[in-house]
């Protein structure tokens, strides 16, 4: 596969365009996952105590998973526009599991390598 750097530079900078865009004028929601690197999944809230909450609700524009714990070391973040998100999980194909304080919250358990297809 060939590269040209003029080409190159252009779509470097505007990747770096889109992401100091969304940092500046977007809403992002930051959650941190330290099972991720034990289970290979991240978890997805979308009910506490019965009521909506998590991805249900959100407004944030975007969604921040920050992969921790032995493998990621905090070192990985995966940025996905949260319509995207919800669209994504909503299929019914994702396990719902209890978590949280008390376990009164219900979750979406996602393999992480589905979120990078």
Known sequence: MNYCFDLDLKDGLEGESLLASIFKD????????????????????????????GISITEADYWAFVLDGARYEGKVI???ETKKLQDFISNGRYMI??????????????PVKDLLR
């Open 78 to 80: 995966l940025l996905v």
């Open 97 to 110: 599991v209890n978590g949280g304080d008390n376990c009164e919250s219900k979750m979406y358990l996602v």
């Open 26 to 53: 977007k809403k992002v929601e930051v959650k941190r996952d330290f099972m991720v690197s034990d289970t290979g999944n991240i978890v997805i809230e979308f009910q506490y105590k019965g009521r909506p909450s």
